[in-house]
């Protein structure tokens, strides 16, 4: 396929991006099939690492895979530099995909669990946002593409409660926020708030019957994979893509229609 910023060849860094059945690593594969160079990031080096190596297999792009917390400033500063001495070009997108769940009911959570919650989810994005804009901004591309989640616009609802829809609602205002004070550098910055999605999100905290019940109660009669994540995620990426900013794309099989 052809590259699509029409700018030349750029990096694509994608964060929670080792797992084989996530989000992260069906971007990062779509992002090095559509012809990008991909950095995957995660807290799993190996994974990361793993994954890289299976990406590069298949297609003839620069790819490299980075352990990463995203909840640390030094750990992503690291990842910045990594990127910078290998043979990766300038950073053009970055899609912050890690988080975690917590379906943890709200008088049983305490403050270690609500600061993981809103750690990953929320600072996270935060941090890694400000790790990778000087790269976009002095290379004169720059997309981003944060993920929030249904569950911040009708208040949980689906697997995880109040403190991932607080984060998730949090990454909804940080990216209009942003795409704001973005928006004189030609930056963009997009939110996917997908419903529920076949990962292994929710692995050992639900059971075959409760996800059958999760897919029948959405208007198209199924979950969301990741591939159907992947593909807007990289679409928002695009140069086609550059008029849409500050956007809360609802990706979600109609199970909730705003």
């Known amino acids: 396929m052809s590259y699509q910023t029409g700018i030349g060849q750029r990096t694509a860094v994608v964060t929670g991006a080792a797992s084989p059945r996530g989000i992260g690593f069906a971007t990062a594969h779509r992002f090095a ?8 990031l995660d807290v799993d080096q190996a994974g990361a690492e793993a994954a890289a190596d299976k990406i590069a297999s298949e297609f003839a792009v620069p790819v490299l895979g980075l352990g990463a917390d995203v909840t640390d400033a030094a750990s992503l500063a690291r990842c910045v530099q990594a990127i910078a001495a290998s043979d990766l070009p300038v950073v053009g997108a970055l899609a912050n995909i890690a988080g975690v769940a917590s379906p943890v009911p709200f008088l049983d959570v305490d403050l270690r669990e609500w600061n993981r919650v809103i750690g990953v989810n929320l600072t996270g994005t935060f941090l890694a946002c400000q790790a990778f804009l000087p790269q976009m901004i002095d290379g004169g591309y720059g997309r981003i593409v944060n993920m929030s989640s249904v569950s911040a616009q009708q208040g949980g609802g689906v697997f995880s ?19 704001r004070e ?9 939110a996917l708030s997908p419903g529920v999605v076949d990962t292994d999100i929710r692995a050992g905290a639900t059971d075959a019957d409760n996800e059958a019940r999760l897919a029948a109660a959405v208007p198209l009669g199924r979950q ?3 591939e159907d994540m992947a593909a807007l995620i990289v679409f928002l990426s695009s140069q086609d893509a550059s008029y849409l900013t500050g956007t809360t ?10």
């Open 33 to 40: 099939a559509e012809g990008w160079a991909v950095a995957l």
């Open 161 to 179: 409660k109040t403190p991932y829809s607080a984060a998730k609602a949090g990454v909804l205002g940080l990216t209009r926020s942003l795409a």
């Open 182 to 190: 973005m928006a004189p550098h030609g930056i963009t910055v997009n």
């Open 224 to 226: 969301g994979t990741p």
């Open 249 to 258: 794309q609802n990706i979600n099989g109609g199970s909730y229609i705003a």
